[in-house]
Nanobody, 121 residues
Framework: QLKLVESGGGLVQPGGSLRLSCEIS????????IGWFRQAPGKEREGVSC????????IYTASVKGRFTISRDVAKNTVYLQMNTLKVEDTGVYYC??????????????WGQGTQVTVSS
């Protein structure tokens, strides 16, 4: 049975950094692509980044390019999202998604429970 567990969220000041983690069980990162989405209050879920099952291709939404980096550790079956130079508008619940591709939520099959990221002074 697939399980996705996110961690690493929290409160950070603008300009700060956080690293989110998503550990999967029941499948391997080599099986399918994995990605990160976020959802701010009153807004639709937005794709942030995803990486394919070989770890060779990654895409980012325009607003995070140059600030966020997605990576994976196959041995730990964990994907990371390093978030630097955080902005207030990065605030939201961040979700890990598995078995899919792209930055549209409908393109993904499995979802984690989410971790809150709050960027505020």
């Amino acid at each position: 049975q697939l399980k996705l567990v996110e961690s690493g969220g929290g409160l950070v000041q603008p300009g700060g950094s956080l690293r989110l983690s998503c550990e999967i069980s029941g499948f391997s990162l080599d099986d399918y692509g994995i990605g990160w989405f976020r959802q701010a209050p009153g807004k639709e879920r937005e794709g942030v980044s995803c990486i394919n099952n070989r770890g060779m291709d990654a895409i980012y939404t325009a607003s995070v390019k140059g600030r966020f980096t997605i990576s994976r550790d196959v041995a730990k079956n964990t994907v990371y999202l390093q978030m630097n130079t955080l902005k207030v508008e990065d605030t939201g619940v961040y979700y890990c998604a598995f078995k899919g591709w792209g930055l549209l939520a409908r393109g993904w099959t499995y979802w984690g429970q989410g971790t809150q990221v709050t960027v505020s002074s």
